[in-house]
Structures are given as structure tokens and as C-alpha cells.
């Protein structure tokens, strides 16, 4: 049963064939594109016409192609020792060249005849460095994919694949890495319950998720794949061999209808999946039918650890059956398939031999160059020491003379730091009395105001009044004919006497300051409103207690300037007034739909003016923007701390 797995482990990193989209967009053209996904979409057929007619300016791009097409049409891959010498003298100046290159020479490194899996993982970690370091994801999902499979192929470090497993969740952007990513978390579940706990649910969800999503895809291979690893838990975990069966059966037939190498090699791993379960049956005969359907599989696909396994399966099978010749013959044919297996692992131990012995040669080469350099250095000494001695005289009067002119920049910089502190405090007394004219003038503005709010509403108003109870008496009495202009004359005084009263209101709102600043300004809105020219809306947020009362003032008469202006300049009919307190900072915005200006133009002719406002919000820490666009209206924008 061990091997059984072991057999289907090792092919489950087949799948990496069918996952190459690499890449940032940033680097690549949209013909590109096109080819990886031909690729990601298993299309072989289409991939290989696309790159007889699609030309690419970067060999990089042309090899990467190239090496998938071959991988993908006949598992054949280019020796990595020479990929590597004929890389390393090619520019690589684009961060898309370098992670394609890394790219491809960890995936030479792990198929290559002698593996190289340790030296694979390293071009590929290199990979994901670039990847991270230009926030990609595309990249990082590519890279992240090689690595998960060079982390099931050893089956180790399960804690390392759990980890990549959740990061290559996270960079998961369409639906086929959405597939991929549930094929190695079965992957990873598997592992768990047969290396860790057996008592874990086997994974069966996920088989039959991912068989959902490989058919909405139209992804064959994939579907095949996981109905293979469905049988694999009903044959192995829960020991329904019939499902099993049913299921691997299911994967042939998909396998089946694929042509190409990267089908064809799980092909050999089903026949032998359904051989031995037939032999774990012990239906003896059908099992050696499909151990004899595996051998008929072109060579070039199947490697010798793989016949390894086939052979012996085969042996013990003839074994049982009693037929001892056949049992001699396939054990004969395991041992010399083992010893070549020996052969291989010898020759990469003669290889590490080889390379230690040229180390320590270099190393031997080295020490000879380290005497004859130390000879020569000690027929320079004595010169070399003579020149010393007078060096060393320069040296002390270089020293000397460098305290010197240091303790000189010393006092320099001392001096400028005072006469620096000195500037610093004397702006500070300035912008202080700077804010303290402001205050002044906002306290006599704000008497003034209501002194002259108290006199228009006491005086004027009470006269314009009068003035117009006597000017309607009067109208009684005109001889008929001068209606009109007694009509006309009564509009004109009740224009005046509303102006008046709005303008005795206007300026006269801040006496409400002492109930707080909000009351005040729905006040003040109120009033403005009642014009009917002019609707003037106001929303808060946060303003839950009381600010200072200077605060206070000084936000309302800012609001009661712009709120002016906008009656004097703008021919608006709607106004807008957001006033927010969030931490330590008040935001007001005074919108409104009117004419707008040129905010280059600015003139400040009376009253606190825009760039009097502007000036205040600055000494308080403030800022102020101003937008305006003729025709469209006008923003301002208030920051200030409290």
C-alpha cells in the first residue's frame, strides 16, 4: 500500500506542466499572454501554432516556451549544465528576463538526469524574491507552484509546505489558480493523514470540488487527475476498492483521449494503480493485464524507480501463482533495473567525489600562491617599512592639523546653532503677536457687529417699519392712476426693509456663541434661508462637547465670512456647510453650487476676507484649500487643530 502511494505521490508533480502563466504584465506583450494561456489552459495544440506564427525580441521568452512545449509534447528537457553556461553569458538586464531564467533553470535542476533538487529549490526561492520584490502576484503564484511541488516530491518538511500552501492561497486571482490551489491542499491533506494521523477525514471534498471546477474550466487532464486521487482515497483510506476502481477507471479514460507526454505519464501510473488493486484482490490474472498495459507505454516516460516498482509487483504476482519461471524472470528484471538505479547513484557519488577532489586541489593551488606571495612580501618589507616611518611623520602633522580645523567647525557650528535658536525664538514672538492682532480684531469685530446688528434692528428697522405702515396709509388715499408706481415704490421698501432685517440677523448671529457653536450656525442658516434666494444646509459628526470659546468664534465667523461672500459674489442658491471633529483636528467644508472663480485672483477687502482666513488658520497649525471651477461652484476646505 506504501508504495502504492509513493507511486501515485510522485506523479502527482506531473501537474506542474500544465500550470505556466508567469509573469507581471509590466514586463511582457499582450502575444505573450496569449501563448500562457494556451499553455494554462493544457491546449498544446494551440500553444505549438502560436509559436510558429509569434516572434519575441527576448530569448528568454522564446526558450521558456519552448522548454513548456517540449515538457508538455514529449517530457524531454534540456541538460541544466549546459542551459546554465549558455544563460549566464545572455544579458539579463530586465527583472522579466531574470525571473524567467531563474524560472527555467530550477526546472531543469529537478528533471535533470542527475537530479538537482536542493540547487532547484534555490533558483526558485531566487524566483520569488523578484516576484516579492516588484509586489506581483502573478509571479509569486508561479514561483509559489514549483516550490509546493519540490516540497511534495520529497515529502518532507510538511510544517514548510503547510506554509507556502497558505501564501499561494492568498495570490490566487482567477479560477485556474483557484484549481491548482485545491490540488495541492489535497495534496497536503493526503499527507498528513497517511504520514501523521490516520484518523484524519479523508479528503474526498476536495476531490470532488476540484473535478466541479476542472469541468466548468474544460480542463481534461485536470478532471482526470482528480478522479484519479479519489480513487486513491476510496482504494487506500477507506478501503472501497470498487469505488476506487470505478474512479481510476474514470481517470483512464480521460487520460486516454490526451496524446501528449504530460497524459501519457500519468497513464503509466493508472495501469499500475488498477493492477494493484486487482492484486490486492487477489484477481491475479486481470492485475498482471494492466501491469502488462503500463509496460506498453514509450520508455522515455517511465523511470527506472517507476520500473522498479512494476517489476516487482509483477514478480510477486507470477510468485503467487506458482509460475517460477516467469516470478525469476521479473525478478531478474527488477534486480538489473535496481542496478542501474545503483549504477546512477554511484556515478553522482563519483561526481561528488570529483568535485571535492578539484576543492582540494584549488585549495592546494591557493596555499602554493599564498607562499610564493608571502616571499615576495617579505623582499617588500624592509622597503615597505622605510616608507612607513616617513608615512607616519605625515600622518601625525596630518592629525595634528585636522583636530585643529575640527575644533574650529566645532565652534562654527556652535555659533550658528545659537544664532539659529535666536531666529526660532524671534519668529515665535512674532507669529504669537501675529495671532494676538488677529484675536484683537476678531473680539472688536465681533463688539462692532453686534453693536451695529442692535442699532439696525433698534433704529433703521423700527423706521424702515414705519416708513412703510405710513407709505400703505398714503397709498389709500392717491387719486386712481398711480397705482403702479405706488406699487412699484411699496416693492422697493419691502426689498429694503428684508435686507435690512437679514443683514441685522446675519451680523448679529454670533450673540448665540454663549449656547455653543452649533445652535449659532442653525441659527444663522435658518436666517440666511429665509431669503428664499439662498438655502443654506449644515451636517455634523463628532462634535459631541463644547469647544474653547475662542475656537468657537473664530470657526463661526469663518463660516459667516465665506457664507457672505457666497451671497455677494456667488448667485448661488444652495450652500453647503460640513463641519467634523475626528481626534484632534476640525474639518470644515463650505461648498456651494454658484458661479465659481479664478482662486488665483483673490482680493481681501473687508471683514476677515479669504486670505485673512487664511493667514489665521495658518498661525493656528491650519490649512486651507480653495476650489473653484467657473461655472461649477466653489469648495473650501478647513483643517485646523484643537
Not at 472501497?240 to 477507471?249: I, L, R, V
Not at 451671497?567 to 461648498?591: C, G, W
Request: proline share 1%; glycine share 4%; charged share 30%.
Amino acid at each position: 500500500m506504501r508504495n502504492k502511494l509513493i507511486l501515485i505521490f510522485f506523479f502527482f508533480t506531473i501537474l506542474t506542466h500544465a500550470q505556466e502563466k508567469v509573469a507581471s504584465r509590466a514586463y511582457f506583450s499582450a502575444d505573450f499572454y496569449q501563448v500562457l494561456n494556451a499553455f494554462r489552459a493544457l491546449d498544446v495544440a494551440k500553444a505549438d501554432s502560436l509559436l510558429e506564427v509569434k516572434s519575441f525580441e527576448n530569448e528568454f521568452i522564446t526558450d521558456f516556451f519552448r522548454q513548456q512545449l517540449d515538457e508538455f509534447k514529449n517530457g524531454e528537457y534540456e541538460a541544466y549544465k549546459s542551459a546554465k553556461e549558455r544563460f549566464d553569458i545572455r544579458p539579463d538586464s530586465t527583472l522579466g528576463s531574470r525571473f524567467l531564467k531563474e524560472i527555467m533553470l530550477g526546472d531543469l535542476a529537478m528533471n535533470d538526469k542527475i537530479s538537482k533538487d536542493s540547487l532547484g529549490f534555490d533558483h526558485y526561492l531566487k524566483a520569488k524574491i523578484i516576484a516579492e520584490t516588484q509586489i506581483n502576484d502573478t509571479l509569486r503564484a508561479e514561483v509559489l507552484k514549483r516550490i509546493l511541488r519540490y516540497l511534495f516530491k520529497s515529502e518532507k518538511n510538511g510544517d514548510l509546505y503547510e506554509l507556502y500552501m497558505k501564501e499561494y492561497k492568498t495570490v490566487g486571482y482567477d479560477d485556474y489558480e483557484k484549481l491548482y490551489a485545491v490540488y495541492y491542499d489535497l495534496g497536503l491533506h493526503m499527507v498528513w493523514k497517511f504520514y501523521d494521523d490516520p484518523n484524519l477525514p479523508s479528503p474526498i471534498g476536495l476531490c470532488e470540488e476540484g473535478i466541479e471546477l476542472s469541468k466548468k474550466l474544460g480542463l481534461t487532464y485536470m478532471e482526470g487527475r482528480f478522479c484519479q486521487l479519489l480513487g486513491v482515497n476510496y482504494d487506500l483510506f477507506e478501503k472501497e476498492h470498487e469505488k476506487g476502481f470505478a474512479n481510476y477507471q474514470k481517470a483512464i479514460d480521460k487520460f486516454e483521449t490526451i496524446p501528449y507526454y504530460y497524459a501519457q505519464s500519468s497513464l503509466f501510473g493508472m495501469y499500475v494503480n488498477q493492477g494493484s488493486v486487482f492484486q490486492d484482490t487477489k484477481v491475479y490474472p486481470k492485475a498482471m493485464e494492466y501491469f502488462h498495459k503500463a509496460l506498453k507505454i514509450p520508455i522515455k516516460i517511465k523511470n527506472r524507480k517507476d520500473l522498479v516498482l512494476l517489476y516487482n509487483y509483477m514478480y510477486l504476482n507470477q510468485k503467487v501463482q506458482k509460475r517460477m519461471d516467469s516470478a525469476v524472470y521479473y525478478l531478474e528484471l527488477k534486480n538489473k533495473m535496481q542496478d542501474e538505479l545503483d549504477l546512477l547513484n554511484n556515478a553522482l557519488a563519483v561526481d561528488e567525489i570529483q568535485t571535492k577532489y578539484e576543492t582540494e586541489k584549488k585549495e592546494k593551488e591557493n596555499l602554493q600562491l599564498k607562499q610564493d606571495n608571502l616571499i615576495l612580501e617579505n623582499q617588500r618589507k624592509f622597503s615597505r617599512n622605510m616608507s612607513i616611518f616617513a608615512f607616519v611623520i605625515f600622518i601625525i602633522a596630518t592629525i595634528n592639523f585636522v583636530l585643529v580645523y575640527k575644533n574650529l567647525k566645532k565652534k562654527q557650528k556652535l555659533i550658528e546653532q545659537e544664532k539659529q535658536l535666536a531666529m526660532q525664538h524671534t519668529e515665535k514672538l512674532l507669529q504669537q503677536q501675529e495671532i494676538n492682532a488677529i484675536d484683537a480684531m476678531i473680539r472688536g469685530q465681533e463688539q462692532e457687529r453686534n453693536r451695529l446688528a442692535n442699532e439696525l434692528h433698534d433704529n433703521l428697522g423700527s423706521l424702515l417699519a414705519t416708513l412703510k405702515l405710513n407709505f400703505q396709509s398714503l397709498s389709500g388715499k392717491m387719486k386712481q392712476g398711480s397705482e403702479e408706481i405706488l406699487t412699484h415704490s411699496e416693492a422697493l421698501l419691502e426689498q429694503t426693509y428684508q435686507k435690512v432685517r437679514l443683514l441685522s440677523h446675519s451680523k448679529n448671529a454670533g450673540v448665540m456663541a454663549n449656547q455653543g457653536l452649533l445652535p449659532a450656525l442653525k441659527k444663522f442658516a435658518d436666517d440666511v434661508s429665509k431669503s428664499k434666494k439662498l438655502r443654506v444646509e449644515i451636517q455634523e459628526f463628532g462634535l459631541n462637547e463644547r469647544l474653547e470659546n475662542s475656537v468657537e468664534i473664530l470657526i463661526f465667523r469663518i463660516i459667516q465670512e465665506l457664507i457672505t461672500n457666497i451671497i455677494k459674489h456667488a448667485e448661488a442658491t444652495q450652500a453647503d456647510i460640513h463641519l467634523t471633529q475626528y481626534d484632534d483636528r476640525i474639518n470644515l467644508m463650505v461648498e456651494d453650487n454658484g458661479e465659481g472663480f479664478d482662486t488665483h485672483q483673490i482680493v481681501n477687502k473687508s471683514g476677515m476676507g479669504l486670505v485673512g482666513i487664511e493667514k489665521r488658520v495658518q498661525n493656528l497649525d491650519g490649512n486651507m484649500e480653495i476650489e473653484s471651477i467657473k461655472g461649477k461652484g466653489t469648495t473650501v476646505i478647513i483643517n485646523i487643530p484643537i
